[in-house]
């Protein structure tokens, strides 16, 4: 099983609609982050938490918002989705010590029509 | 504020060849620096990382980086290609959790 976990791994909904994109990893990391990558700009950081009372806005949160429920489990989502908000979402974590080295899922595309 | 430029969209090597990615970062202090590989339909992993000390880094599947903070460059290199290289590389530049990530290189690695 991955370390990293992401749920839906595609999904396709329409304008208007609520997304929740789900994360849960079992490396025992406290920081978990979410990023959007789209094809020329790399990736954005939306959304970081150090732990679960600890949550910060990233460079791109408007119309996002998120949720950590525990230490291993963090969600992302979209209140009312826009067709600008098609791109693919990655999940990410590291450990409090700051290695540097940050694991990610697999990804979760999102198409909104 | 940080950023991070790849100047090359998509790079075509023959299997064998050597492979050199460039990356130019702006920071304000001294940068923690990163390389990632992405595979088709994964996620991004670690190739190497450059905190401080030596400006040569070593990283996994025989990759290496040189920092050269003259040129504000941390380029990455591969003597040999392998086909199993081709995937999208991203560099990136920041503090220890605050990255940014420059917007990838494409490289295609032909027969």
């Known amino acids: 099983d991955a370390d990293v976990t992401q749920t839906p791994r595609n999904r396709i909904t329409k304008t208007g609609k609520r997304i929740m994109l789900e994360c849960s990893q079992t490396?025992?990391?406290?920081?978990m982050y979410w990023y959007r990558q789209d094809p020329g700009l790399g990736l954005r950081l939306i959304y970081y938490s150090f732990d679960v009372k600890d949550i910060n806005k990233g460079e791109i949160s408007d119309g996002y918002s998120v949720s950590r429920q525990a230490q291993a489990k963090f969600s992302l989502s979209l209140e009312s989705a826009i067709p600008n908000q098609t791109a693919l979402y990655f999940c990410a974590t590291d450990s409090r010590i700051g290695t540097g080295e940050l694991f990610f899922g697999e990804g979760s595309r999102l198409t909104v029509l | 504020a940080q950023s991070v430029t790849q100047p090359d969209i998509h790079i075509t090597v023959s299997e064998g060849a050597s492979l050199e990615l460039r990356c130019n970062y702006s920071y304000g202090a001294t940068p923690y620096l990163f390389w990632y590989v992405q595979s088709p339909g994964q996620g991004l992993q670690l190739l190497l990382k450059?905190?401080?000390?030596?400006?040569l880094v070593q990283g996994i599947k025989g990759f290496e980086a040189e920092f050269k903070r003259s040129q504000s460059s941390f380029n990455l290199r591969k003597p040999s290609v392998h086909w199993s290289d081709a995937a999208e590389y991203f560099c990136a530049v920041g503090d220890d959790y605050k990255l940014s990530f420059g917007a990838g290189t494409t490289v295609t690695v032909r027969a």
């Open positions: 450059y905190f401080s000390g030596d400006t």
């Open positions: 490396k025992g990391h406290d920081r």
